[in-house]
Structure formats: C-alpha cells, structure tokens
C-alpha cells in the first residue's frame, strides 16, 4: 500500500466525521487529532519513531472499539486507515 493510498484513506475518514451529525463533540476532536497526526506524519515522509507509531495505533485501535456499535461507519473508516498505516509500517 502507498502513502497515496493512505491519504485517500485519510480523506475518506475525514468524509465520514463530516457526515456524522451524531458524533459526540470529544469523539470527534480525538478523531481530528489521530488524523492530523496522521497526515504530519505523511508530510514529513517519515514516521515519528515505534513509540509515538504504537501509541497512535492503539489509540485508534481503542476507538474504533468504542464506535464499533454507535457509529460502525466511523469505525470501518478508522479500521481502514489502520490497516494503511500497518501496510506502510508505520
């Protein structure tokens, strides 16, 4: 998987939080803030080290669980740009 793909990846997230009027206003912002980190890294064309990669995907990991039954968009969304991440090694 390319860096390409994950941005489209990305960008299909983004899609989703935009048209999730039920999304709880703390969910949403931890979800824009694992994007940005996302997209810093992409920017800079290199990961942040293992430490920062592994707790970035566990955090996402951890919300995807607690979207799984409210909001299982959002959740397929964010498992997408997980397993984007984890193809790229990052």
């Known amino acids: 998987m390319s860096r390409e793909t994950l941005r489209r990846t990305l960008a299909e997230l983004h899609a989703e939080l935009e048209a999730e009027c039920t999304l709880d206003p703390e969910a949403r912002a931890m979800l824009r803030a694992a994007a940005a980190e ?32 409210t909001h299982p968009k959002i959740a397929e969304a964010v498992r997408r740009v997980i397993d984007a991440l984890a193809a790229l090694g990052i």
């Open 38 to 69: 996302i997209q810093q890294v992409l920017d800079a064309g290199t990961p942040g080290g293992a430490e920062a990669e592994a707790s970035l995907g566990d955090r996402l990991e951890q919300e995807t669980r607690h979207f799984e039954a």
